[in-house]
């Protein structure tokens, strides 16, 4: 059975690819006695739910069982990964976002990326690394290790406590890089919990993603973290706010060409604890479809009710092109649900937040988040994982023919087709017919329809020209015809 899909996902090896308070739980350091870690069985949350076993009803997910890896188990499951985004903030005020994942093996090689991006400098610390991962299946204890000498593990697992207890949703997350040539480290050392119940995807955790296949996925939608940074030499003690999402089952999706779908993704953190996550997914031709399985905006908000709806709105206010690889990816988007009364727009803190993978590249970056809930101004942090990416619109013009002749008298209709169409590149066209003195008539359409142009004042061969351009111009494309014009 289909469901609706705001996923978030990417994938590995041959595949690859594919976040505000907690109230009395402790996070600043792990207690000696860490009976109060788990004093709190409510976080922001109505109902009890910090404690194992927690078994949500509707659904067949499971914790902290689910938490665990299930491809060992399960031969079924063709791609798995616990995904982790953090936004933090240092002591001296100094703001860092980080995203960090690891993968299920496949082949028997594990990938795990790793990238920081400092506001105050604007730079991003990118690494990705291949390497052998160690996975639980009854909980959630991963080791990922580079096998290179002196890197020390990366791990992400449940707490215990002074019993040896598991700590419902409390984990450690630590990560660490040494570049081997240069012999820079980043790291990050973090205590980690989550202030609210799972957010069960779809409703039930079942989720079918365009034709790429079906997968269980849970979110931790708030997560309160503090810990240790490392970065270009300095260390800094942080705090902030995160999210987590564990995906698995027998689907395949990677930013690669041969991927049947792509996607955007993103997940905001309102300031008044509202959380949102706001999927899109293009079929193989780029279309976008108003339908279960191709994106939706799922909500787990601040007192924890959660929903999802197909009725929203994402307009791409702005495209960039990475410089290096020439793809174009959306840069600032306007969202719209009506059902919760959010209008906002995300507008990224730098420019270059994309991850290199094999021969090609996918964004994972931070944004702003300024708008209205119900009218009211909100803000926010948001966090982007883009795969998707736009091409220069292709143009063909069909009418007038090649070569043919015109009286300059009769206006003159163009029109025109774009071959390789993107539903999420709104597009605008420009129609000119110049002649050899400089002479020159214009009309714009903002949809592919016929534009009537007046070639009263042109003589001689006439060059049409047809330019297609996104909203902002960066990206454009077109075609040009030479006419005739006879008296």
Known sequence: MQRELPIKPWATAVALLLLAGLGSVSVAGCDEDSDQETR??????????????????GTEIRFPADEGAHYTQDLSVTMEWWYTIYHLTAANGREFSVMTTMFMPQL????????????QTAEMFDSDEWGSLEAQADHLELEWSSGREGEPLSFLRNRTDSRGELVPFGYEH?????????????????????????????????????????????SLTHLEVSGELELAGEVFEVTGVGWMDHQWGPFMLSPLSSSSNSYEWMALHLDNGDEYMISAIFDADNRLHREEGFGSVGWKLHDCTQGMTLDHT?????????????????????IQVPETGLDVILEPV?????????HTRFYEGRSIVTGTLDGEPIGGLAFAELVHHYDVPEVQILSPTADATWLASEPMAVSWVVTNPDDGLEL???????????????????VESPCELNLGALTGQVIIEVTASSVDGV???GASRAVTLTQ
Not at 108 to 119: E, G, K, L, M, Q
């Open 40 to 57: 709190d069985l409510y976080g922001s949350c109505p109902e009890p739910w910090r404690a194992y076993p927690h078994e949500p009803s």
């Open 108 to 119: 028997d090689i594990a990938y795990r990326p790793f990238n920081i991006t400092d506001v």
């Open 174 to 218: 630590s990560v660490t890089y040494r570049d081997p040539d240069s012999g820079h480290t980043q790291s990050l050392h973090l205590l980690v919990d989550s202030a609210k119940s799972p957010y069960l995807v779809a409703g039930d955790g079942f989720i079918t993603i365009g034709s790429s296949g079906d997968s269980y996925y849970y």
């Open 314 to 334: 994402i307009e791409r206010l702005a495209f960039w092109q990475h410089p290096e690889s020439g793809r174009y990816y959306s840069h600032r988007w306007r």
């Open 350 to 358: 730098i420019e270059d937040q994309t991850v290199q993978f094999f």
């Open 428 to 446: 605008t066209f420009l129609v000119t017919a110049t002649d050899g003195g400089g002479a020159r008539s214009e009309c714009m359409a903002p």
């Open 475 to 477: 990206i454009t494309g």
